[in-house]
């Protein structure tokens, strides 16, 4: 494959992920709080699918704090500290309002692009 | 103290769990000038009937299982022996010391979980103290024994006749068949006979590699995280220095436990089915014919594929580098590169660190059979290690990160750049000592980039962390860093060093006393 298609291949690809993620983006968006704990439970030891499941958790809780509004992080983060005991205390710290500012700070957008960086896994 | 008294003193404080009699009584012998060798097979000698277990899974009321961990004081004695080396005269002896201090801590892992015997497993791990009952009996899990401890396999004769091959291929096979008995009997036998004993420690490396489980995930009962591996080197190693003709404990303590349920070689079925598979006749000339180095571009594609592929994208690579021609050890250190690469860059929790180190241990004793001996099937083991890298990396990637645990090196790196050099050394002590992370990474990473030295960085970071104590790993994961640093040739031994500062100075210690470095301080380091 020469450097042409492989770079046209890597566009496409762009695209179909850029696609992703605004759909991703509009599901989270229309997804109640109780649903967003519950999809997030999922990727916890005892449910989830496999430890590239729950390590993919980090990826979505950047997705989640740069496309919700406040009030519904600040939902998602209260049902998190109300829960008791250390195996929460990831996801309280996780969905703290402290560590989304700083997500939210670390997001890069090179100029000229569409949106900011994402990282894939 | 006299000798003959001093002997007797340090054997019941042993076996009644008194660590910090035996403690002070072996440093006493010690600077009364008795042979460091011969207080340690003493020692070894006293444990060896009371460290078996029948089994390392236990039947629990409710049908369940319950894991009943393996001997550490064996492996403490090797590793600390080891260390003792490499750490000069004094400083040598903090390691020793911390053996000692854990010996009469190990006993009976059997009783121990049943609350039935004192020691680290039922003091910290159970938690036996918090039990009404054992209240009640006035039972304290710190020690001292209230009773002897048991004998759960008693010791056995050698078996002689018929030839020597013939007798090693039947103790492997009894090993790997769980018969303890012959297995034990087998290698007496042949352990008498100096010519034997290059051919029977390879063989113990071998049955010690093979057998270890092929996943810790959703399998917590079933898996030995290396350990038969583990005690055939601490036995070989120790055979060597103590002499064989005075290991007879040694071999008590090592060789029947060699066999004990689980028996675990699933993995290992895998690893040869692939190599005859993919190799058909071949495959047992691979460490002759393949000798080639791996390119950079290379270690750093095999490190992504044990960092981040599946299992089976990680058995496919190692066959992979083996039809490309390159050399086992290459392909092995490359490995050792990737678990230093998931302690500094992945691994957070400081309670995640302990079973992810026995990885580590275990390529060690895979490199050191390779470097050591000759057998056909030691390409075999490169899979084996492998997996168990990526199993680790896995495993832990199973638990969500916590923001809350993300190092910071960079925020010190400022002020441990404008440090003097010849105050790094000192300060990285202290930095490890005070479980100082962030301040320890940095001071070592402006080491390493202002001189080309090694050794004292490497002897710095193994003395600073064996002040603590309880815990035997802690000096396998010194002996094991020093030994790959020594070896690899990836072109990334830094990492293996990198990755040591953050194991020593991040990872949860079983004890934050002082005791044992406090008997080693006042006892030696005085002067």
Same mark, same amino acid.
């Given at each position: 494959m020469g450097l042409q298609r492989t770079w046209t291949l890597h566009n496409t690809l762009a695209g179909a992920l850029e696609q992703v993620i605004e759909q991703l983006e509009a599901q989270l968006s229309e997804a109640s709080v109780g649903e967003l704990v519950e999809f997030v439970d999922g990727f916890l030891p005892g449910r989830t699918a496999s430890p590239e499941w729950t390590a993919s958790l980090e990826r979505l809780a950047e997705v989640m704090w740069s496309a919700l509004p406040t009030e519904t992080m600040e939902a998602v983060g209260a049902i998190y500290a109300s829960r008791e005991g250390p195996m929460w205390q990831p996801l309280v710290n996780k969905f703290s309002a402290e560590h989304g500012q700083r997500l939210l700070g670390q997001r890069w957008r090179p100029a000229g692009a569409r949106r900011a960086a994402v990282v894939l896994r | 103290m006299t000798e003959q008294r001093g002997y007797q003193a340090l054997r019941e404080a042993i076996v009644s769990a008194d660590y910090r009699s035996a403690t002070a009584t072996f440093v006493e012998l010690l600077r009364d000038e008795e042979p460091l060798k011969k207080l340690v097979t003493a020692s070894v000698d006293t444990t060896a009937p009371y460290i078996q277990a029948p089994a390392h899974i236990m039947s629990r009321p409710d049908g369940g299982v319950q894991t009943v961990n393996y001997d550490h004081t064996v492996l403490g004695w090797r590793a600390s022996m080891q260390l003792a080396h490499r750490l000069g005269?004094?400083?040598?002896l903090l390691p020793i010391t911390q053996a000692i201090w854990y010996v009469p801590q190990g006993l009976n892992p059997w009783d121990q979980v049943l609350c039935r015997f004192p020691g680290h497993y039922a003091r @910290?791990?159970?938690?036996? @103290?918090?039990r009404e009952e054992e209240r009640a009996q006035g039972h304290?899990? @710190?020690?001292?024994?209230?009773e002897t401890p048991q004998v759960r396999f008693e010791d056995c004769d050698p078996i002689r006749g018929g030839s020597s091959s013939a007798r090693l291929h039947d103790m492997a096979a009894a090993i790997r068949q769980g018969d303890r008995a012959d297995g034990y009997g087998l290698f007496l036998g042949l352990a008498d006979d100096p010519e034997q004993r290059t051919a029977l420690k390879e063989a113990m490396l071998f049955a010690g590699i093979i057998d270890l489980q092929e996943s810790i995930i959703d399998r917590r009962e079933y898996q030995n995280i290396g350990h038969k591996a583990l005690r055939a080197r601490a036995m070989v190693d120790l055979a060597d220095d103590l002499g064989w003709e005075n290991a007879h404990g040694l071999f008590y303590t090592v060789v029947p436990d060699?066999?004990?349920?689980?028996?675990?070689h699933a993995l290992w079925t895998q690893a040869s089915s692939v190599v005859e598979t993919q190799f058909r006749q071949n495959w047992q000339t691979l460490k002759q014919d393949n000798r080639a180095p791996l390119t950079p571009r290379e270690v750093e594609e095999t490190v992504d594929v044990v960092l981040w592929g599946l299992p089976s994208d990680v058995v496919a690579h190692i066959s992979q580098r083996l039809r490309e021609g390159k050399a086992l050890l290459a392909i092995g250190d490359a490995i050792v590169v990737a678990f230093c690469r998931f302690i500094i860059d992945q691994l957070e929790n400081r309670a995640a660190y302990f079973i992810p180190g026995h990885a580590l241990d275990y390529c060690n004793v895979v490199h050191h059979w390779i470097r050591t001996y000759d057998n056909p099937?030691?390409?075999k083991a490169l899979y084996m290690e492998a997996v168990f890298v990526n199993d680790m990396v896995r495993a832990d990637r199973l638990f969500p990160r916590d923001p809350e645990n993300e190092l910071r090196p960079d925020e010190h790196a400022a002020w441990a750049e404008a440090l003097p050099l010849r105050d790094l050394l000192p300060t990285i002590d202290a930095a490890i000592t005070d479980l100082d992370a962030d301040r320890a990474i940095a001071l070592v990473d402006a080491y390493l980039a202002r001189t080309e030295e090694r050794q004292r960085l490497l002897a710095t970071i193994a003395f600073s962390v064996c002040k603590f104590q309880n815990d035997p790993h802690i000096q396998r994961n010194c002996i094991s860093t020093m030994e790959e640093f020594t070896e690899n040739r990836s072109g990334q031994r830094d990492t293996i060093i990198r990755a040591a500062t953050k194991y020593a100075s991040h990872a949860t210690k079983r004890s934050l006393d002082f005791g044992a470095y406090d008997i080693f301080r006042t006892s030696f380091a005085a002067g």
């Open positions: - | 005269e004094r400083g040598g @910290d791990k159970f938690k036996c @103290d918090s304290n899990f @710190d020690g001292p024994a209230w060699m066999g004990t349920t689980p028996r675990l099937h030691q390409a």
